[in-house]
């Protein structure tokens, strides 16, 4: 079955960086597009981004500002999030999803939290 494991959270001051990754299995990863989705503490979740299946195509929400990196290696079933200059408000939940919609299964989410 389709799983998605998330890691690379943590606490960092803002204005760091933190990189997350998310490894898939029970799929065919390289055909399938990916995304990026989060939940902060009593919010609702939210998209973040999202990349096609050969990574040429990427789209971010807003919020992000240029400040995040989506990427993929197909040859080891892992989509990532490069996060710089991290703000206390990204303090949230992070999940990855099986397509880019957001919509499809996700994994049990890594903690992000920025603080000082």
């Known amino acids: 079955q389709v799983q998605l494991v998330e890691s690379g959270g943590g606490l960092v001051q803002p204005g760091g960086s933190l990189r997350l990754s998310c490894v898939g299995s029970?799929?065919?990863?390289?055909?399938?597009?990916m995304a990026w989705l989060r939940q902060a503490q009593g919010g609702s979740l939210e998209w973040v981004s999202s990349?096609?299946?050969?990574?040429?195509?990427?789209d971010y929400a807003g919020f992000v500002q240029d400040r995040f990196i989506i990427s993929r290696d197909n040859a080891k079933n892992t989509v990532f999030l490069q996060m710089n200059n991290l703000k206390e408000e990204d303090t949230a939940m992070y999940y990855c999803?099986?397509?880019?919609?957001?919509?499809?299964?996700r994994g049990q989410g890594t903690q992000v939290t920025v603080s000082s």
């Open positions: 999803a099986k397509g880019s919609s957001g919509t499809g299964p």
């Open positions: 029970g799929f065919t990863f390289s055909t399938i597009g």
């Open positions: 990349i096609n299946i050969d990574g040429a195509y990427k």
